[in-house]
């Protein structure tokens, strides 16, 4: 029963985390968007008031009429939006998750002793502890002269994210360490949403409210974080989605590989912010492209070349039965499965011969069974599969 209620707390805290994620994604590439393509007010009464640009749109067979003020209107509104809990949802549904899968569930989903000598209380302190590292230093970077510096500053945060990527890779599991750059990331956007864009917006609000002249600093402070955060984004939805490719994160290099796609996703939403403020070179996408491309490459199974001969399918089935059906059986002898993972089972030959192509993909190509190697399978073992597989999978037993 534990398991079954565990289950649909994952079901539910997912769902809730792509809703709200979707709407904060969404609402920030609008405002991004929408930054990017005002123009100057035409009617001098609007100049008069303070505009500093309009756009006009169409949607959903009516038209919309958005103004940005230069720093507040001479008289605020009844009721004004503000754009928070979007983020705030998306944060507090992740980290939910995080907690129920890769902390409860570290020996499974974060610990790997191929990897790291590490037990579940000691990764799950060393995940919390990354994550406010990761926004104490870059927020302390923001505050320090480097932030003026454009370029340099980019580059800063590019060789600090390959050092936190690297970093987790030699700790955790792959998916564990691929899940939590993400989640170091989305901890920056969000906290920049909580102590730094909000808390401007509040102060330009009560100056307005008063009557006085609004700061615009604590605006031009939010813009700075709001456009990091938009570089953020694609990295943090590759991570999202990462667990399902594990070719990437069982990879040997996946620190380096993971560190690609993020700048590959960073280049192309370079790309879509420069287009939306005009004409914008395709470079960063081609960049983009060939990061794709070499990752791609670089990646793709090799051929071993089976070795000749039938091999003994009483040892293939020793392997599986030893390393695989203690989640993959009718009743999961392992705790954190009530029913065996994707619905494969592998208690008989029969079974076991059907599923040739997922155990040789699973457990060779990509590596990701044993989840976290749990059962500890070996080389040697991996390497009988290939042979078994190569060898025509059993087919003449």
């Excluded at 609004?214 to 990462?242: A, C, E, W």
């Excluded at 791609?296 to 030893?322: C, E, K, L, N, Q």
């Excluded at 390393?323 to 089972?345: D, I, N, Y």
């Excluded at 989840?371 to 999978?393: F, K, V």
Aim: glycine share 8%; net charge neutral.
């Amino acid at each position: 029963m534990e398991a079954y209620v565990s289950d649909w707390l994952n079901l539910l805290a997912r769902w809730l985390h792509m809703i709200a994620g979707i709407a904060w994604i969404g609402s920030s590439f609008y405002f991004v968007w929408l930054d990017n393509h005002l123009q100057p007010p035409q009617a001098e009464t609007d100049r008069d008031k303070g505009v500093g640009g309009e756009l006009w749109s169409v949607h959903g067979g009516g038209f919309y009429h958005a103004q940005k003020y230069k720093v507040a209107p001479p008289v605020l509104p009844e009721r004004l939006h503000w754009f928070k809990w979007e983020a705030y949802a998306t944060w507090l549904s992740g980290m939910f998750l995080l907690v129920l899968v890769y902390w409860l569930g570290a020996e499974v989903y974060l610990v790997d002793p191929s990897v790291a000598g590490l037990g579940p209380l000691t990764a799950s302190g060393l995940s919390l502890a990354f994550i406010v590292a990761g926004w104490l230093v870059y927020d302390g970077l923001c505050k320090s002269p480097l932030a003026r510096n454009g370029p340099l500053f980019a580059t800063i945060l590019l060789v600090l994210a390959a050092v936190l990527a690297w970093g987790l890779c030699q700790l955790f599991s792959g998916r564990g360490a691929y899940i939590h750059f993400g989640a170091v990331l989305g901890t920056i956007m969000v906290a920049n949403v909580f102590f730094v864009i909000i808390p401007g917006q509040r102060q330009m609000v009560a100056a307005a409210a008063r009557g006085a002249t609004p700061d615009p600093l604590p605006g031009i402070r939010g813009k700075q974080r709001s456009v990091h955060n938009t570089y953020f984004t694609l990295p943090v939805l590759f991570t999202m989605i990462s667990n399902h490719f594990a070719m990437t994160y069982n990879h040997e290099y996946n620190w380096a590989i993971l560190i690609a796609i993020s700048l590959a996703g960073a280049l192309v939403r370079v790309y879509f912010v420069a287009r939306h403020s005009g004409r914008a070179s395709p470079l960063p996408v081609v960049a983009a492209a060939l990061l794709l491309l070499i990752v791609a490459i670089a990646i793709a199974p090799r051929d071993t070349a089976a070795s000749a001969g039938r091999v003994d399918f009483d040892a293939v089935r020793t392997v599986v039965h030893d390393r695989c059906t203690t989640c993959h059986a009718e009743s999961p002898e392992h705790p954190g499965f009530q029913a065996p993972p994707a619905g494969v089972v592998l208690e008989t030959d029969r079974q076991i011969l059907a599923e040739a192509l997922r155990i040789h993909h699973q457990t060779v190509l990509t590596r990701v069974m044993p989840i976290g190697n749990l059962t500890s399978i070996t080389e040697e073992e991996r390497a009988l599969i290939d042979r078994w597989y190569r060898a025509g999978a059993g087919a003449e037993q």
